[in-house]
């Protein structure tokens, strides 16, 4: 026998350095799976009742053709106690007019035009500027995008809220127009409750006032 | 006259010594694999899920400047920050790009009513109660769960969501807690002495009585 016998015989020495190669490599999808982002569903390795038979909001549920699990209202019905019979209230008109003044359920105060300030910077302050002025950031883009003529961009400049024209518009027509919109402007009763859209109406004139200040003289 | 004598070759010596390395390594690179593999930072953090439409929040949020509240409309008054309905996106898109193949699956859904299949990316265990109402009311920034998502072209989950990470805030809020006018400003940070900077964050918990609790039945209810 050429080799010395206290060297460990060939099979061992290969198995050994297999099996170290072997250990490395969970080690490497480990750090890979740490580093890097990945499309493949999370791993749960204990499932436990993380899963339950039961559907959460917005979720799924192929019972339905439509696929929610939220139904939609059926069209042509209203919820007991959400018949909207205040016209004053909920479309900003009174009699055959827009209303002049913020409905009678609805407490003016220094919170409510801070409410309003806050909600007409998240909805509308991106197309109508933070002041005002109908240049907000969407607006800005939108300018880049119709004159490097992209994808059939048209882009109408959103209104300034302080032409003569707006600045002339009764509370209740700001209002309406919030609510259901105006020429491209989207309604937005879906995504701001009531009382918010008269809150911001009321920061829209406020905002108004401080813009003409001089000329009215007695804000 | 046989009597039958074994010697054992003199590597076996060497074995011996290399099975009871490789004995007391093993336990050692078994808890390692277990507790970095198995780690929710491993298996959850990272998951990027291709969505059906292309929505970037880096140019929404990030760029445009959106708030978040624009489309996640009910986080601050529900348990549950809705997915905004398709007509959110044709508020702007009916003019903005309206001819864009990205937009196609939106369009399709505008037209036709059915909703686009929007994948989740944070999900909790259904054993699990989360209310995000309750902590944008206390002050705690979307960013500190979600991450710097005006920052991320395709949503991904930045942090573990795991039981010990929901543990350690509600032992410890403070660092996480804001003005109520900043919660929604991811980028935001404080900027001061790390003294002033822990007298705001005690600040924000007295004002703000935040006593998060501990117990099993806060979140197993």
Redesign the interface.
């Known amino acids: 026998m050429s080799r010395n016998?206290?060297?460990?015989?060939r099979p061992?020495v290969y198995a050994?350095m297999i099996l170290l190669v072997l250990?490395m490599i969970?080690?490497a999808?480990?750090a890979y799976?740490?580093a890097?982002?990945?499309?493949?569903?999370?791993?749960?390795?204990q499932q436990?009742?993380?899963?339950?038979n039961?559907f959460?909001?917005?979720q799924?549920n192929p019972m339905f053709r439509?696929?929610?699990a939220m139904r939609p209202r059926v069209s042509g019905t209203v919820a007991r106690g959400h018949l909207r019979e205040d016209e004053h209230y909920y479309d900003g008109i009174v009699g055959d007019d827009w209303a002049d003044t913020i409905p009678i359920q609805i407490e003016v105060d220094r919170a409510f035009l801070e409410r309003g300030r806050?909600r007409y910077?998240?909805?509308c302050a991106?197309?109508h500027g933070v002041a005002g002025f109908g240049d907000g950031?969407?607006h800005e883009?939108?300018q880049e995008?119709v004159e490097s003529g992209?994808?059939?961009?048209?882009?109408?400049p959103p209104t300034s809220m302080h032409t003569r024209e707006v600045r002339e518009k009764p509370i209740g027509e700001l209002f309406h127009v919030i609510t259901h919109g105006a020429r491209?402007?989207?309604g937005?009763a879906?995504?701001?409750p009531v009382e918010d859209r008269w809150a911001i109406a009321a920061y829209v004139q406020a905002m108004q006032i401080s813009q003409h200040a001089d000329e009215e003289g007695d804000s | 006259m046989g009597r039958y004598h074994y010697v054992f070759?003199?590597?076996t010596?060497?074995?011996v010594v290399?099975l009871v390395l490789g004995m007391a390594v093993a336990p050692i690179?078994v808890v390692?694999?277990v507790a970095?593999?198995?780690s929710p930072?491993?298996?959850?953090?990272?998951?990027?899920?291709?969505q059906p439409v292309p929505f970037s929040h880096k140019l929404h949020v990030g760029?445009?400047?959106?708030?978040c509240?624009?489309c996640h409309?009910t986080v601050e008054h529900a348990?549950?920050a809705?997915?905004p309905?398709t007509?959110?996106c044709?508020?702007?898109h009916?003019?903005?790009?309206?001819?864009?193949d990205k937009l196609l699956p939106v369009w399709d859904s505008y037209e036709t009513?059915?909703?686009i299949?929007w994948i989740k990316v944070h999900?909790s265990?259904?054993?699990a109660y989360f209310d995000h109402s309750a902590h944008i009311q206390a002050g705690v920034s979307c960013v500190s769960c979600h991450g710097r998502v005006d920052r991320m072209e395709v949503v991904?989950?930045a942090e573990s969501h795991s039981m010990a990470w929901c543990l350690e805030c509600h032992r410890n809020p403070e660092p996480h807690l804001r003005a109520p006018?900043k919660v929604f400003d991811l980028g935001w940070t404080f900027e001061g002495s790390s003294q002033e900077k822990d007298d705001y964050h005690a600040y924000w918990r007295d004002a703000n009585r935040i006593q998060p609790g501990q117990d099993c039945s806060v979140c197993h209810r």
């Open positions: 016998q206290s060297q460990l015989p061992f050994g250990a969970p080690p999808v480990i799976a740490r890097t982002h990945s499309p493949l569903p999370r791993i749960q390795l436990d009742m993380g899963v339950q039961r959460d909001t917005q799924a439509d696929g929610r806050e910077d998240i909805f991106i197309c950031m969407v883009r939108a995008l992209r994808h059939g961009t048209v882009w109408v491209n402007m989207a937005y879906s995504q701001i | 070759p003199q590597w010596n060497k074995l290399l690179y390692f694999v970095y593999g198995f930072d491993t298996t959850w953090v990272g998951y990027k899920p291709e760029q445009l400047g959106m708030d509240r624009y409309t348990a549950h809705a997915v309905p007509q959110t044709m508020n702007c009916t003019q903005i790009l309206p001819e864009s009513g059915e909703p299949e999900n265990a259904d054993y991904y989950q006018d």
